[in-house]
């Protein structure tokens, strides 16, 4: 949640910065969600 602020003290755009963060996070979220599909499955 403080990752912008830090950024924008760093000079650095933090639209630009933070999308590969919330890239990854949405990935990790979508394997634990289909492993966990899956395993209540089986």
């Known amino acids: ?3 912008p602020f830090i ?3 760093l000079k650095i755009d933090p ?3 933070s999308s590969p ?4 996070l ?3 979220l979508g394997v ?3 492993l966990g ?3 209540a499955l089986l």
């Open 1 to 3: 949640m403080t990752l």
């Open 7 to 9: 950024l924008r003290k």
């Open 15 to 17: 639209a630009v910065a």
């Open 21 to 24: 963060l919330v890239t990854s």
């Open 26 to 28: 949405a990935d990790i």
């Open 32 to 34: 634990f969600i289909y």
């Open 37 to 39: 599909i899956a395993s």
